[in-house]
């Protein structure tokens, strides 16, 4: 198996491997999406964040976009939201700069951020970045977003 099939997600405090999403009938969801989340994407990819900002306004979700980590930030620290994507490698400030900011306010343990990355993330990495509350999953990009719409509505 490829580290590009594998994503991790952390439900009610546990990390699970989530496998190949892609076979839908191997994965089962029992739930209600909440329609009025609110979303924001912090990622230097502008193409990354239009793709995601049409996908999501499209599903009827609120989404916010910034494309500099600092101005990210700024957003979590002034509103509260459902779901913060995160790349973690973002240049000048990274995603993982923007958690240890967060942690530092003391405000990190009340998000609930997914965090995803182009590269890989060593292992010992990837699972002391999942380990901090607030800090709630990890895919690898390219991002598919049926499945990245099935995560964050667990």
Not at 40 to 62: A, H, Q, Y
Not at 114 to 119: G, P, Q
Request: charged fraction near 25%; hydrophobic fraction near 45%.
């Amino acid at each position: 198996m490829s580290k590009e099939e594998l994503n991790y997600v952390k439900v009610n405090g546990f990390v699970d491997l989530v496998i190949n999403l892609e076979n839908k009938t191997n994965f089962f969801y029992f739930g209600f999406f909440k329609l009025d989340m609110k979303i924001l994407v912090i990622d230097d990819n502008k193409e990354n964040t239009s793709r995601l900002s049409k996908f999501f306004e499209e599903k009827g979700f609120s989404i916010i976009i910034s494309n500099d980590p600092m101005v990210g930030l700024q957003n979590i620290q002034q509103e509260k939201f459902d779901v913060i994507l995160l790349n973690v490698s973002t240049p000048v400030v990274s995603g993982i700069g923007v958690i240890e900011l967060l942690a530092s306010d003391n405000i990190l343990k009340d998000q609930n951020i997914l965090i995803f990355s182009e590269e890989d993330i060593p292992n010992i990495q990837l699972k002391n970045l999942l380990r901090r509350d607030g800090v709630n999953g990890f895919l690898k990009k390219p991002i598919d977003l049926d499945q990245l719409l099935t995560i964050i509505n667990i």
